[in-house]
């Protein structure tokens, strides 16, 4: 019975059609594939929030998307205290990149306040701290995530 309801839905959207014309390309937006999460795919969901061109901020916020980049790295080869998923986790409240996309759009921003990451999962934000050096900001994040107020393991 909820098959047919189902069947009838795709059929009255003419979604069914196309489903059969082109399986391969609707089928990764229909169906989970439990593809590994690497760094580069949250480098590449993530979008900076970044200030004017030229400006101080932006040095600094173009440093910290360096080491953005390098603790993503870390995470994903294990020399990190955390996963790419459990950043992933932290940021959004998800462990695997859903296939239709995320909504609202994940962002960076970044902190002049506070040392440690901050996230929004409702918003998709997460906050990065500016600071001074690559070894500072692994340690800052490694703890701010591990002290996050969720379980990483579920």
Do not use: I
């Amino acid at each position: 019975m909820c098959e047919s309801k189902f069947k009838d839905g795709l059929l009255a959207l003419e979604f069914l059609g196309a489903l059969k014309q082109h399986p391969a390309l609707l089928t990764p937006v229909l169906c989970h594939v439990d593809k590994k999460l690497s760094g580069l795919d949250l480098e590449r969901v993530f979008k900076p929030d970044l200030s004017p061109s030229g400006s101080n901020r932006r040095l600094k916020e173009n440093q910290t998307l360096a080491y953005w980049a390098d603790y993503l790295l870390d995470c994903e080869e294990g020399e990190a205290a955390v996963s790419v998923e459990d950043v992933l986790m932290f940021s959004t409240g998800l462990r695997s990149l859903p296939p239709a996309g995320l909504d609202p759009l994940p962002q960076l921003e970044f902190l002049d306040n506070s040392p440690f990451p901050m996230a929004n999962t409702c918003g998709n934000v997460l906050k990065l701290p500016l600071l001074d050096s690559y070894g500072v900001f692994k340690t800052q994040m490694d703890f701010g995530m591990q002290n996050a107020v969720f379980d990483f393991t579920t």
